[in-house]
């Protein structure tokens, strides 16, 4: 059977199982640049990004990841795959100078209609984004990266984040008061 671009996700996976690797290569192809944005934006490091992502695929491939495909999409289980990964790798050092991983009101309201991640991106310096992005706490640049950038729902950012959705939409909230404040800040230094 050939593989076109509309062969499913679970059709490539179960040809996978069965030895074939051009079932592999299609699933890598078509999920490898998503999962690789989110890693190299939530971790900051190319290499890390990388090895990460490898990991996931390989897991996959060898079947040390069990996907199941009635938990939800295989791209979610890559990104949930891939946090987890990182956070293992993050776990023996702490970032130089996070900003405040507290739960409490502390930062401004975000603007009810807040941009976009992507819009900031291009209204700003991408590299500058990035920075102010590496430097909030990991499960505010998570749900941050995975709504803003990939588009998922909240339903989707929870199952992959392992929280309710209204931990969801308070660290999409706090995550876009902290990145405006560490951009506001950045660009009061520039002057």
Known sequence: MTITP????DELLRRMRSADTQAFAALYRRHQGPVYRFALLRCGSGDTAADVVQEAFMGLLTGRLAFDPLR???????????RLLILKHEEPRRRESPLPDSDEDELEPALEDACPLTRVLANESAEEVRRALARLAPHYRDALILYEMHGL???????????????????????????????????LDAN
Request: some cysteine.
């Open 6 to 9: 509309t062969t499913s996700d």
């Open 72 to 82: 939800g999409s295989l791209s979610n289980f890559l990104f949930g795959v891939v």
């Open 153 to 187: 729902s909240y339903l989707e950012i929870a199952t992959i984040c392992a929280v309710d959705i209204g931990t969801v939409r308070s660290r999409l909230a706090r995550g876009r008061a902290a990145l405006a404040k560490a951009l506001r800040l950045h660009a």
